[in-house]
Antibody, heavy 122, light 107 residues
Framework: EVQLLESGGGLVQPGGSLRLSCAAS????????MSWVRQAPGKGLEWVSS????????YYADSVKGRFTISRDNSKNTLYFQMNSLRGEDTAVYYC???????????????WGQGTLVTVSS | DIQMTQSPSTLSASVGDKVTITCRAS??????LAWYQQKPGKAPKLLIY???SLESGVPSRFSGSASGTEFTLTISSLQPDDFATYYC?????????FGQGTKLEIK
């Protein structure tokens, strides 16, 4: 059974940093691209970042480019999201999600974690 | 970046109704479109990928279609469990984008 378990969320002051983790199990983690998608309270889904299966290629939404860094450790089956220079508008539930295919191309997201809440406030 | 315009934002319907949700892409995305269902406090669930391929375990009352850059999710006969929010997503490139969402409410 595929499982994605996010952790690391919490309350942080504006300008602060936070690192999210997503522990994966039930599939060959190193074969799949992974993504982070966030959802602000009462709002829709916003894709923020993806990383190729190898970790060599990364992609970011303009809203987080230069502030957030996605990475992965395939030996630990874990996805990371380093968030720096946090702003109030970064307040959201952050979901990690798995690509639906091991082919090296973009794909629908077939499994999602339960999400972790990040609150940026003084 | 590719924009996805989803409509309507809210839809009121009754059990047994046939409903349609539409998503329009700002440029060609070929068949690289997915639909998700989300219930309050839960993670999104993949329903359909590649325009019309049903994810395993998803009831056959859900279907997807396309005409150019306009994509449609159809629920043929609404069931009580279907009242939720639905999102489209394009994955033509790794710069994924989602539609704004359609909240399906009980009339």
């Amino acid at each position: 059974e595929v499982q994605l378990l996010e952790s690391g969320g919490g309350l942080v002051q504006p300008g602060g940093s936070l690192r999210l983790s997503c522990a994966a199990s039930g599939f060959t983690f190193s074969s799949y691209a992974m993504s982070w998608v966030r959802q602000a309270p009462g709002k829709g889904l916003e894709w923020v970042s993806s990383i190729a299966s190898s970790g060599r290629n990364t992609y970011y939404a303009d809203s987080v480019k230069g502030r957030f860094t996605i990475s992965r450790d395939n030996s630990k089956n874990t996805l990371y999201f380093q968030m720096n220079s946090l702003r109030g508008e970064d307040t959201a539930v952050y979901y990690c999600a798995k690509d639906g295919t091991s082919a090296v191309k973009p794909a629908a997201l077939d499994y999602w974690g339960q999400g972790t809440l990040v609150t940026v406030s003084s | 970046d590719i924009q996805m315009t989803q409509s309507p934002s809210t839809l009121s319907a009754s059990v047994g109704d046939k409903v349609t949700i539409t998503c329009r892409a700002s440029q060609s995305i070929s068949r690289w479109l997915a639909w998700y269902q989300q219930k309050p406090g839960k993670a999104p669930k993949l329903l359909i990928y590649d325009v019309s391929s049903l994810e395993s375990g998803v009831p056959s009352r859900f279907s997807g279609s396309a005409s150019g850059t306009e994509f449609t999710l159809t629920i043929s006969s609404l069931q009580p469990d279907d009242f939720a929010t639905y999102y489209c997503q394009q994955f033509n490139t790794y710069l994924y984008t989602f539609g704004q969402g359609t909240k399906l409410e009980i009339k």
